[in-house]
Each structure stands twice: as structure tokens, then as C-alpha cells.
């Protein structure tokens, strides 16, 4: 469930994640006391060590870095044609309301989260791109940035106050603002 968050989060919306999260994790509390009481009464051990190595598990593997480098690795390849098309400025601002966005071709739409906009920055000749990997209700959100030059977007790019800048690959980072 963990690794799938941010795809149900972008069908969902973040306001119904609260309820899923309640019904999931009120649904295995109840069956570990019932696997609990189980353990006592008729000693049967194995949903116990099954529900003991699910929290070892959710503890101990990190799903949500595990979720977005996934996502980096499928949507690379798309995501370097687009930052091709917006180098050549092929694609170029085309948001009435916001002239650093780009509402991307249908065809490229699933590598930026949140309804197939990315974020453009100017850095001397060419530009910073950012993909979304979740594009938040008010100031938070999260993507992949392409940097030009290889140099981590600075705290404030892109309009974010950004709390997290880390790298996945030469040119391309994860940010996360909150």
C-alpha cells in the first residue's frame, strides 16, 4: 500500500488518503489482536510471524524513496525528450495564468504528476525543468528536477521553499517542498 500511495493520492485526491490509510490500518490492527488471541488459543503461530514480518517490513523498507526512483527509472527516457523539446523550444509556456509552465502533448502527460504540467526555470541559456511526482493542494509539492548543469536547484527555485534536495542521477534531482 505504501508504494502505491502517490498513485492513489493522484486518483484520490490527498483529502480521501486519511480514510484509506484508517481503513487499512484499522483493518490489519483488528485482524493482528484477532491473530494475537489466536496465538493463545489455539496456538497457531503462523498469522502471528506473517503479521510480525508485515510490520518488520513496513518499518524496515523504505516504499516511498523505493516508489519515486521507480518512477524516475520508467519516466527517464520520456522526460529527456521533453527537457530535449523545451531546449530547442519546441515546447515552450503555454499556461495563460503562469508563464513558467507547460502543459505538456497527450502523449507526454504521464511523466508529470497532477494533470501533465512541468515547471520551467531559465538558468543562463537553458532551462531547469521540473516534473511533479505530486503537485500538492497549496505550496507543497514534490518532482524530479532536470538541472542543465548538473548543480541541485537552489532552495527557492521554482517558487518552492524546497525542504528535501536530493540526487538520482547525473543532472536530474528529487525535491520536495513543504
Request: charged share 20%; proline share 4%; net charge neutral.
Amino acid at each position: 500500500m505504501a508504494f502505491f500511495q502517490w498513485k492513489l493520492i493522484e486518483v484520490f485526491t490527498p483529502f480521501f488518503m486519511p480514510f484509506v490509510w484508517f481503513v487499512v490500518y484499522g483493518l490489519f490492527g483488528v485482524l493482528f489482536i484477532i491473530t494475537i488471541i489466536r496465538l493463545f488459543w489455539k496456538k497457531d503461530w503462523k498469522p502471528f510471524v506473517i503479521h510480525v514480518v508485515t510490520i518488520f517490513l513496513l518499518v524496515v523498507i523504505p516504499f516511498n524513496q523505493l516508489a519515486i526512483h521507480v518512477d524516475f527509472l520508467w519516466k527517464k527516457s520520456a522526460r529527456n525528450e521533453v527537457v530535449t523539446m523545451i531546449q530547442k523550444e519546441t515546447l515552450q509556456a503555454n499556461v495563460s495564468h503562469n508563464s513558467s509552465l507547460i502543459h505538456l502533448p497527450a502523449c507526454y502527460t504521464h511523466v508529470s504528476s497532477g494533470g501533465g504540467d512541468v515547471m520551467i526555470d531559465k538558468q543562463g541559456e537553458d532551462y531547469a525543468v521540473l516534473f511533479f511526482t505530486f503537485r500538492g493542494v497549496l505550496d507543497n509539492f514534490s518532482g524530479i528536477v532536470y538541472s542543465p548543469n548538473d548543480e541541485g536547484p537552489s532552495r527557492r527555485s521554482f517558487g518552492g521553499d524546497f525542504k528535501e534536495i536530493k540526487k538520482l542521477d547525473e543532472h536530474w534531482y528529487f525535491v520536495s517542498s513543504a
